[in-house]
């Protein structure tokens, strides 16, 4: 899945600074649990994506099956963590964020094994980040983000630099057994925030909806110029120089390149799969699969063209949406590929979180070690660095979104008003590390250009892995307090525009029916039954245009109506279930005919779940 190289790799050539061509073996070959701070324990290896090594190899074909069967229980005990683990955070009596519980069952799941699960970087980029970063950009508001376009690239671009500027000086000089280039680099893996993470607090934190679109906007853009600054620092470490004319263009190339592959993959295989579907007819099951693998092509042309494949995915995303505004899609064929992103979206975020929970027993039996790097001997001082860096973060942040706000969200006629502390101190808050943080981390490489350790890993490894445990905890613990009657500017016109839209579709169905039906003669055997159907749609859309003026004559607010609605209509559809289920116990329905009725009263349900 994610997670292992194959037992047969060779020894570790690092011939260039690229960040993502590190793997976690030492300089004999062999895997080196130390050094990636994951303990002493044995790793365990998906072998069977390997199992045909051949001669050689020190995985035989004869030993392929029952290490592959070891390898599919492992990914199996993953999904039962997540699956476990959320129903855990459900029944709680505080409002505990699932990642939290999902990574304490990750660190309870390692304790209770003896083999340890080494994660390869580049794999787990692959596996898990294009799918979520391609469903974030599909589904973000594009006009909520190009709104507030100029504090989302305030928030993406220039905080980023901030951070890794002014964490990297103070990580140096906090430890200063860590060369400036290591701070740098420990810098840059810390400072994009996470939408898996933010969004997973956002679940049991309501954010206002306005502070949560220019959060998603920021993790979406953060993250390329992050590991972009990651890359650079790591050159800076293994070559000792640093061109910032050099480091600009590259930023340009992996950006713009990126963008443009993830438009151009997306647009060509849409249009494609548009032409197929349209010539020879529409499959539900091609276009969900097609959907599930434009993240992945959009990621792999990226970084074949040595270009951002995270940039590339999040594009790929934010075209997919555009495209899908043409509505040649069926609405099977949309229901059935939301269902399949919403599980698969659970699962990676929940994978994600029980595997970082997985690596803390592994790297607290090394603390001691890795604590002598910085001169103590005392552990409790890797908890007091942990501490320091998060108030750093936390402080910068505060700073920065303080007056990113005043020049931009809060901008508007009349006197310039100053931001409210609580916003500011709420998107401080709010700034989570995860899973970026986590995989850019482990792409640190373990040798220099001349074969020394790379300096400081094993600490940096350790210190990423506590700010992103820290950073949840502080964000479930003070955005309750923080979001509570929070003032944010109000994005005006919301209701107003969904009753428009209403009332404008309701007509266009009017204007449409009536068309059609003018249109059938009258001479025709089924005109009659053309004239019955089509009055008794007619009476429903005229019976939505109607609800909406009684509203107001009644003066009852749509809020009220929608809620006492909602609750009405689950009564009955919940009768109307039972009532079905019934008779098909006692054999008066057919067990197909059954579940054809449920299912629709299934999708009426759905209306009212949202």
């Avoid at 050689?56 to 290490?67: E, H, L, M, S, T």
């Avoid at 000089?173 to 290591?182: E, Q, R």
């Avoid at 020049?407 to 500011?424: A, E, I, Q, Y």
Wanted: aromatic share 8%.
């Amino acid at each position: 899945m994610v997670l292992l190289l194959p037992a047969s790799s060779k020894p570790m050539e690092f011939a260039t600074p690229h960040p993502l061509n590190t793997k976690p073996f030492n300089s004999r070959g062999t895997k080196d649990c130390r050094r990636n701070g994951l303990g002493a324990r044995p790793a365990v290896r998906l072998s069977f994506l390997w199992c045909n090594a051949g001669r050689g190899g020190d995985v035989r074909p004869c030993q392929g099956k029952a290490k592959a069967v070891q390898d599919v229980t492992l990914v199996l005990v993953l999904l039962l963590a997540v699956v476990l683990s959320g129903a855990i955070s459900r029944a709680l009596p505080w409002p505990i964020p699932v990642p939290l519980v999902q990574i304490a069952f990750g660190a309870v799941l390692s304790i209770g094994t003896r083999q340890g699960i080494t994660i390869n970087p580049d794999v787990f980029f692959l596996l898990f980040l294009p799918p979520l970063l391609f469903l974030d950009g599909w589904r973000i508001p594009k006009e909520d983000l190009l709104k507030d376009a100029s504090t989302v690239l305030e928030l993406a671009l220039g905080l980023v630099v901030f951070t890794v500027v002014g964490m990297g000086f103070f990580i140096h000089w906090l430890i200063p057994a860590m060369p400036l280039a290591v701070a740098f680099a420990l810098a840059a893996v810390l400072s994009p925030t996470d939408p898996i993470a933010v969004s997973a607090i956002a679940q049991r934190v309501p954010i206002p909806k306005r502070l949560m679109h220019i959060l998603d906007g920021e993790s979406l853009l953060n993250d390329a110029s992050g590991l972009v600054c990651l890359r650079f620092a790591i050159a800076a470490a293994l070559t000792g120089t640093f061109s910032p004319y050099d480091a600009g263009l590259t930023f340009l190339w992996l950006a713009l390149g990126g963008i443009a592959i993830g438009v151009g993959v997306t647009w060509l295989i849409t249009r494609l799969q548009d032409r197929v579907s349209g010539r020879w007819g529409e499959d539900t099951g091609s276009k969900v699969l097609v959907s599930l693998l434009i993240p992945f092509a959009a990621y792999l042309a990226a970084e074949h063209m040595q270009c951002s494949g995270i940039l590339a995915a999040v594009a790929a995303g934010l075209t997919m949406s555009l495209l899908e505004a043409s509505g040649r899609t069926r609405a099977t064929t949309r229901i059935r590929r939301n269902a399949v992103w919403d599980m698969i979206q659970f699962a990676a975020n929940g994978v994600i979180f029980v595997l970082l929970g997985e690596q803390l027993p592994g790297i607290a039996r090394a603390a001691h070690e890795t604590v002598a790097l910085t001169g103590h001997a005392e552990v409790w001082w890797l908890a007091i660095y942990i501490v320091a860096i998060n108030a750093g973060l936390a402080a910068l942040r505060f700073a920065w979104v303080w007056v990113s706000f005043r020049l931009t969200l809060f901008r508007g006629p009349g006197p310039r008003k100053s931001p409210n502390w609580r916003v500011v101190a709420a998107m401080s808050f709010a700034g989570v590390r995860g899973a970026i943080t986590l995989a850019g981390i482990l792409t640190l490489p373990l040798t220099t250009l001349d074969g020394a350790a790379f300096p400081a890993r094993d600490l940096a490894i350790l210190l990423a892995m506590g700010v992103i445990i820290t950073s949840l905890i502080v964000a479930s613990l003070g955005l309750p307090i923080l979001l509570r009657d929070l003032d944010v500017p109000a994005e005006s016109g919301a209701r107003a525009q969904e009753d428009d839209a209403r009332s404008a579709a309701a007509d266009a169905a009017l204007a449409a029916l009536s068309k059609a039906l003018d249109q059938v003669p009258e001479e025709r055997s089924d005109a009659p039954v053309y004239a019955a159907v089509g009055n008794r749609l007619a009476e429903l859309y005229q019976r939505r245009l109607d609800g909406h003026s009684q509203l107001e004559a009644l003066d009852i607010s749509r809020s009220e109506y929608e809620r006492v609605e909602k609750e009405l209509v689950l009564v009955a559809l919940r009768a109307e279930r039972a009532e079905i289920r019934q008779r098909l116990r006692t054999g008066k329905l057919k067990s197909e005919i059954a579940r054809q009725l449920i299912r629709d009263l299934d999708l009426a349900e759905m209306r009212y779940s949202r």
